[in-house]
């Protein structure tokens, strides 16, 4: 779902928003129930979780701050 979300923000020029739309509701055909109700919310900015967006970035970082590194996509020479 991750690549999916890339992939919608990688989308531009004179076909995108039928791309966009695509994405989405191959998203939606895939997700369950409770997953596409959140899905729907995030995607019209509408999350009433009770917390403000900048909470959610800052837990973002912080989870990718804490994170080890994927070793399948990072290639580290030594």
Do not use: C
């Amino acid at each position: 779902m991750f690549e999916a979300f890339k992939e919608i923000g990688k989308s531009s020029g004179n076909n995108s928003q039928a791309e966009k739309e695509g994405i989405i509701v191959k998203i939606l055909h895939d997700a369950s129930n409770e997953e596409s109700k959140y899905i729907v919310r995030w995607l019209e900015k509408n999350l009433k979780t009770g917390a403000a967006e900048k909470t959610f970035i800052s837990a973002l970082a912080r989870a990718f701050g804490y994170s080890p590194p994927n070793k399948n996509v990072i290639n580290i020479k030594k």
